[in-house]
């Protein structure tokens, strides 16, 4: 069954928010999730932290989104 990306990402900062450094292994072990899966998402949150600032405004009727430097 897929999972929801967002639960993923919610999942893994849970964990890691308890304050012990674990390895992909165990963070694989906490979080009941595969171990390609855990290190596929801890490389996108690696990428994201190294990315420009990604602005979001939201209005009324959209949302828009720009890279602010």
Request: glycine share 2%.
């Amino acid at each position: 069954m897929r999972r929801d990306p967002f639960e993923i990402m919610e999942q893994i900062f849970r964990t890691l928010e308890q304050g012990q450094a674990c390895s992909i292994n165990e963070l694989s072990k906490e979080t009941g999730l595969h171990n390609v899966t855990v290190r596929k998402y801890i490389q996108i949150i690696e990428m994201v932290r190294r990315e420009p600032t990604v602005e979001i405004i939201k209005t009324n009727h959209s949302i828009i989104v720009r890279i602010r430097r």
